[in-house]
């Protein structure tokens, strides 16, 4: 008796546990929505710099494909050519979602799914939330662009070092994810105020 009331109530405790933490399937899905959105702030970036200019990256193919094969069945997404490196490439100076995914994961997918999981296992409700929200965004950025860590050396310190133009950005890329995840969230008071207080 004693053994079958452990049992159950070890299989209640792992069925909260499991109820508690987001499964997969919806970090992925969360994942996908933020890299989506984080080609579209790139772009308007990009753009705002280069206008039409052509900003060609390689399509990741799978094991065995070749680029003809991919071209072939990857077609009819707009400005997609083999190159004279004889690498499949795409003009990703587009919209987002004329991109072919596994090239939009390629780019975003790694801070997106980083992002999906922070904000899925953290609750934003007051202004200390967004705050620690953007500081990890801001560290996620660092582990993912160590390539800019030369040119770009004052940027590589601590979210709270950093001056507010810059916090901002951090406190952008929060809400990019946050809205694909509940957009109310960056509709409360805490989330403008603090915005507004970055941007004086």
Request: avoid cysteine; glycine fraction near 4%; charged fraction near 25%.
């Amino acid at each position: 008796m004693k053994l079958t009331s452990l049992v159950i109530l070890l299989s209640i405790f792992n069925f909260q546990v499991m109820a508690q933490k987001p499964t997969d399937v919806k970090i992925t899905a969360l994942t996908n929505k933020i890299a989506l959105s984080l080609h579209s702030v790139w772009l308007k970036g990009y753009r705002l710099k280069n206008a039409d200019t052509p900003r060609e990256k390689a399509i990741p193919l799978s094991i065995g494909e070749t680029a003809d094969s991919a071209l072939k069945k990857l077609g009819y997404y707009p400005k997609i050519r083999i190159n004279e490196k004889g690498e499949l490439v795409q003009d990703i100076n587009q919209d987002a979602k004329k991109i072919v995914p596994a090239l939009n994961l390629k780019l975003n997918g790694g801070p997106a799914r980083a992002y999906a999981e922070y904000i899925l296992n953290h609750d934003f409700k007051v202004r200390a939330d967004f705050v620690e929200g953007s500081s990890a965004v801001h560290e996620i950025w660092i582990l993912n662009n160590e390539w800019q860590r030369e040119s770009n050396p004052g940027l590589f310190v601590s979210y709270s070092e950093l001056p507010n133009n810059e916090k901002i950005k951090d406190l952008d890329v929060l809400k990019v994810a946050l809205d694909q995840m509940n957009p109310t969230i960056t509709q409360s008071s805490a989330f403008k105020n603090y915005y507004k207080e970055l941007s004086k």
